[in-house]
């Protein structure tokens, strides 16, 4: 039995493991979040601290120099919202 729990490991499926270098940005991890960042341009300042303080690097700058969240990959923590100097971030729902 004990021989069996040792090798077992090696039977199991791979799922989300990053088995290769340079492969992380297939895994679309941010299904899942029930809030997500909405931002309001008329208040936004184009300062890029949500892209700086995001801790998945889902935050880049767009052609009109806004820092939209790319949901496939945003996990809905808030932290964008919360260090946004201009309060222009909000969590939402929808």
């Known amino acids: 039995m004990a021989n069996l729990a040792l090798c077992a490991w090696q039977k199991l499926e791979l799922g989300t493991a990053i088995t290769e270098p340079g492969n992380a940005a297939q895994l679309k991890t941010g299904d899942w979040k029930t809030l997500h960042p909405v931002t309001d341009q008329e208040k936004c300042i184009k300062c890029g601290m949500c892209s700086v303080y995001c801790p998945e690097f889902c935050i880049h700058e767009d052609s009109e120099g806004f820092y939209p ?16 100097p201009k309060k222009a971030i909000t969590m939402t729902m929808d």
């Open 69 to 84: 969240a790319d949901l496939f990959y945003c996990k809905g923590c808030g932290i964008c919202a919360n260090e946004c």
